[in-house]
């Protein structure tokens, strides 16, 4: 318990570590109020600067919160006291346009995403962007594969998909093999009194709804699980709020994919669930497969069927766990008749990758890093032309948002809008 404190503790407390050489400088586009805050995602909204960028920041010697700007000057510069922030700029456009600027942290609405990203590359800057990266995937296409990215000289583009870089993610993963996953069920959710449906994730004109808010994650799961993308969403079924307002915004849902190798993913996730919060969880069962054992006769077999659960997936650093479960058989070859049967099973945590134990075993951190710091390291090893050791791809975001517009085609809600920025 007192490790858990510890750790939980130093995560939002992180030493401030002394900026070395030349720092990247990061500008804030969004300065949400956690003064402000009524409900539950808008604590998200409020918190999130602080969590994924400004908190991470601290402790890391190479990066520089420089700047904020916001709809409203006056809560931009209270955002800016609160957090240590040097600079207040009028507009979002005035972060752009300073030359002190080498990066832009984008929190915004899911709706502005493309837009504040592609004026953040076009101005030549770095761009760390909140995910969902954009609203469908003609977006993406459009973000992830403009000229501007190209060049020899181009800025970074990462979709902040924090949870992914986290070593208890990568070592859950080790105890998978992906061509015998045959089903993978994932599931995350926030209890209903967090929500209320005035809340942006209810607003489809900003690109609403749970698969946006929390799904994108499952679905994400689901992708590095098998590998792969799916072939076609099978179902998606979802719940609205049906007043004529919000009802293209789903509360709830719950989808099937049919992946390459013949598996099934299941996502399921809702923003009304009951009281308490269940962990977000991704639960993976193989096939039946055949183990070499010379110690059996000829005459018989053995057969392994594993399964393999990661409790808490999106924020591991306050709680994870691992669980993998074989089940062994020896069966007689002729008849499968069973011979013996029992079960084997483990638990893991990783919360650095020096725990992990995989192939980035030799990878920088403590186990007070958040993902978000994780994130934060591989996003300035890229800028600065070092090695990484994970990354998400601007084709991976772009297979992402495919398999969102899959769902909500088959859901019938109809794809999120696409932006009239040009």
Known sequence: MLSLLKRVFTSFGPPVAEKQGDPIRFGVLGAADIASVT???????ALTPP???????????EVIVQAVAARDRIRAEAFAKKHGIPDVKDTYQDVLDDPNIDAIFIPLPNSLHYEWAVRSIRAGKHVLVEKPAVDNEAEAKLLFN?????????????EAFHNRFHPAVQKFLTFINPADVVHVHTDSMVPSWFTSKDDIEFNF????????????YNFAMLRMVFVDEPEECLTCSTNVYADGIHDQCDYDFKAQFRFPNGGIGEATTTLRGPLWWKPSEARVTHREVVVPDKTLPAS?????????????????VLWHRIDVKDSYLIRNKADSRPVKAWTETSSHKAYTYRDSGGKFASAP????????????????????????????????STKQMRMIDMAYGQSGLGLRPTSSFV
Do not use: C
Not at 146 to 158: C, Q, T
């Open 205 to 216: 004109k900003l690109g609403g709804g749970s698969m946006m808010a929390l799904g994108t």
């Open 39 to 45: 409900t539950f995602w808008s604590l998200i909204a």
């Open 300 to 316: 018989q077999e053995k057969v392994q069927t594993r399964q393999v659960t990661l409790h808490g997936f999106m924020h591991a």
């Open 146 to 158: 403009l000229p501007e990215l190209s060049r020899p000289d181009a800025p970074v583009l990462l």
């Open 51 to 61: 969590l994924a960028l400004i908190t991470p920041a601290k402790s890391h010697p």
């Open 365 to 396: 951190g403590e186990d007070w890093w958040m993902s978000y710091r994780y994130q934060l390291e591989e996003f300035v090893n890229r800028v600065k032309g070092s090695e990484t050791q994970y990354w998400v791809s601007g084709e991976d």
